[in-house]
């Protein structure tokens, strides 16, 4: 009797039962990135290393090696990103601490600091492009104070200091403020007590800067460095804007490929070879920056 | 060592006035607590003293020198916070020669000074841990170890019991009377639990909205509350109160229909006048309880039985008003009975009704 009453109960255990709504939840997010990230990520991987009648090769990564371009845009990718992200991180650094220190006016600094963020890339572009122009604002002022009496030229192959300089100017100007808005939100996460204790224990700025608040800040931190630095492999429209292709990148090598040689194979070769870059260089962020398990504040 | 004056210290947030005008002198080597309810400003006050408040007016002196405009960290005192603030990214040991790194102390010294403290907090197993591998009395301890390897003139503490489940902190409290007599450290103590005022305490500061309404040893702040506020936030249960008139000159007094007598020292007490109104004080513990009636003993009806385990605890009904009252846990009662109480004559305070102002006998008067 005990025995024939347990047989369904049994069975009904082994079978266990579906909740449905977490996954209907993710649906639709994983919809869109399927649709949106993974589906051409997985074609990008079948251009790249496919024939057109099929079958496995090299050959597109071959020419992708091989092109007259693909050396410089491979240094002036990883040189930008070397230049480029160490400034936004230290201006967003100095610019989030200013803030926080809630000085009078803060808040209207605040918000002048964050209006690049609202910017396309390609309109900050078209704006650094009108300073640094031949009739540009920096020679209109220059000719005012009297400083040249021809208009100089700034934006060529002749003047790479300047070129380069342009480029970064307009790349901190567009994307600190994303930098500031991550540590920002960082800082004013960390409790206020400890800042105070260091300054009970007679911690200087430096010092409580140095022992306290970059510690503390770690992980958003590495969240920054992480996001700005994949985007600046991604850097494309603000150079394409100043420098045309005087300036050649591995971004920009993608669209020409794809653009102007209707290549999508060399063109995916580009797209694939910046995402092992970003992904190797977030492992080792991920690795650099590590917050120790034990460190993780209880 | 060092004593410690608030002068006239006034902090005020927007429209609030966290510290009216508190003047409070520490001695040196004292317990100070300061006591109070909720958002009275003991907090706000000790903040004041650390210099991590800027105020309003006032002076702060710390050992005979004015630190008002001082840093915090050059007013040479140390503090242990209600969240402990316990640096999550530093070892046990980085911790606690946090302050030593900061004031470039010689390594040998330093590494002494922390062992000494580590062995008094008995944390010495574990230097080399990070605080998320530590429970919350291990924390709380690793926080009074980096305050007290500083050596500090004035160790000020705020609530750093308040996160311990109750058994722990009764040990710590014990552990904290210790240090502090190892230490000698000038202290100033807040907390709102007033039986860890009274135990802790050299002397306790009772706060009420930002101002300092007695000052004075545990006892006679327990047996001589200066106003009804403070008779009925300190005990547990707090002192009773009972409406009275004043007859005889001064001589007695009439609570619920019962004419009891008063020691003399109260006859010529300010604000005792024949007729007029009071408010008797007694404390759950100093009545006598009988079931017969007897001369100077009150009827009330017992409510309430609440045995305790070292006593019980009666809730009583007298004349409509409930009182509390301690007995010996062995004495029969039943709800509904009649008892007679009887206020030790030499334990009742008297009040002025409307301020709730003591009022003060004239012996003790003439002592002070
Ligand atoms: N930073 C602040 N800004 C505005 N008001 C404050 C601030 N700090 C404290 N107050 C106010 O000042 C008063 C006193 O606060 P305080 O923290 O000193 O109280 P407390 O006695 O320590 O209370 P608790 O026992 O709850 O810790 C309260 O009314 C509180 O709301
Ligand atoms: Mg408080």
Redesign the interface.
Known sequence: MAAADEVPDLARAGRPRIEWLPYLLLAPSLVFLGVFFAYPLVQAFGLSFLRPEGGLTAEHFQRMLGDTYFRGAITNSLLLTAIVVPIQVAIGLVIALLVNSRFRGHLWFLYICAIPLAISDLAAGLIWLSVFTERGYLNTLLHMVGAVREPLTYLSAEQPVWLYGAIIAAEVWRATAIVMIILLAGLQLI?R??F??A??????GW?KLW??TL??L?PSLQTALIIRTILAFQLFATVITLSGRQVPVLAGEAYFWYGLYRNPHVASAYAVLIMGVSVVITWVYLRALRT??????? | MATVLLDRVTKRFGRVRAVDGVTLEVRDGEFMVLLGPSGCGKTTALRCVAGLERMDAGRIVIGGEDVTDRQPGRRGIAMVFQSYAVFPHMTVRDNITFGLRIRKTPAEETRQRTLQAAELLQIGELLDRYPAQLSGGQRQRVAVARAIVMQPEVLLMDEPLSNLDALLRLQMRAELKRLHRETRATTVYVTHDQVEALSLGDRIAVMRSGAIVQCDTPSAIYNRPASTFVGGFIGSPPMNFFGGTVEEGGRSVRVAGTVLGLEERWAGAEGIRAGGEVLVGVRPEAFEVTTETRAGAFPAVVVVIEPLGGTTLLTVSVDGETAKVTVAPDTDHDPGQRVWLRPLPDRLRLMEPGSGRAVIPTQEGARR
Do not use: K, Q
């Open positions: 409790p007590d400890y105070e204790t300054d009970v224990f007679g911690a200087g010092r022992h306290v510690p503390l770690r120790r398990e034990e460190e993780v504040a209880g």
